[in-house]
């Protein structure tokens, strides 16, 4: 499976260090594929898919030059540069939102190790009772509280 680690994470597989070594870490680079066999890059096959390029001798999908996305390796929500890495684990994670009042549940987020599902979920924002974006209180004013869990793919 792809996953995008931000700069930190890909130096410090790559190198051992990052130059945020020098002055400090918002988090511990890699720190959530501790225990997971990851290489950097995609497999072969997977530059075939509809989402990347095709050409694997010549691309450059490999790079996000630019991302908002959370880093799968250390949690970081700095927003950059995000590196394709492939995640050897024949376990994965979803994320599930839970209704409460309606009993409705539905998958939010699929592929995720463990470690990175867990992440998400200890977010404040992913429950009603700790939210504080707005997109989180209209949720609950709209369909009464809820929260995220995670379970084991099958």
Known sequence: ?????????????ANG????CFVGHDEEPLSLLVGQDFAMGIMRGEHLGENFCGDV?????ETNTYSTSQCEGCGSWL??????????????????RHFRDSGR????????????????????ETS???CTNEAG???TRRSG?????????H
């Not at 260090?17 to 945020?20: K, N, T």
């Open 128 to 130: 009603s009772s700790t």
């Open 145 to 153: 509280p809820w929260f995220d869990g995670w379970t084991e793919e």
């Open 105 to 124: 549940r539905f998958t939010i987020k699929t592929g995720l190790t463990q470690a990175l599902a867990q992440a998400h979920c200890s977010d404040p």
């Open 1 to 13: 499976m792809t996953i995008w680690v931000c700069i930190d994470c890909m130096l410090h597989h």
């Open 57 to 61: 001798d010549d691309c450059d999908c």
């Open 137 to 139: 209180k209209r949720r």
């Open 17 to 20: 260090e990052c130059g945020g």
């Open 79 to 96: 927003h950059g540069e995000r590196h394709a890495f492939t995640l050897f684990s024949e376990t994965t994670y979803k994320v599930i």
